[in-house]
């Protein structure tokens, strides 16, 4: 399975960005999947995940109410739309499976300026 972020970038408080992960498993459809980060110094962790068909999410307390994941299986990509960053977004975000993560992309920086 490739894994391919894109969207990331320098962006400014309050503004907001959107990520995007390209799949090329044809299990993408049935995987649950997560969005993570890692910060510098940090662990990596899980900050938004969707169900298979996209009708659950569930996030991580620090992104509630700002981040929204989703995604489109007909395209097997994965999204999240980041609204109102904050600079402790700051991080290399990663999409995987929500559960077993397989190997991982490279992964996609974003900077969030104060």
């Known amino acids: 399975v490739q894994l391919v972020e894109s969207g990331g970038g320098l962006v400014q408080a309050g503004s907001s960005l959107r990520l995007s992960c390209a799949a090329s498993?044809?299990?993408?459809?049935?995987?649950?999947m997560g969005w993570y980060r890692q910060a510098p110094g940090k662990q990596r962790e899980l900050v938004a995940a969707?169900?298979?068909?996209?009708?659950?999410?569930d996030y991580a307390d620090s992104v509630k109410g700002r981040f929204t994941i989703s995604r489109d299986n007909a395209k097997n990509t994965m999204y999240l739309q980041m609204n109102s960053p904050k600079p402790e977004d700051t991080a290399v975000y990663y999409c995987?499976?929500?559960?077993?993560?397989?190997?991982w992309g490279q992964g996609t920086q974003v900077t969030v300026s104060s």
């Open positions: 995987n499976a929500r559960f077993r993560p397989g190997n």
């Open positions: 498993a044809f299990t993408f459809s049935i995987t649950p």
């Open positions: 969707i169900s298979t068909g996209g009708s659950s999410t």
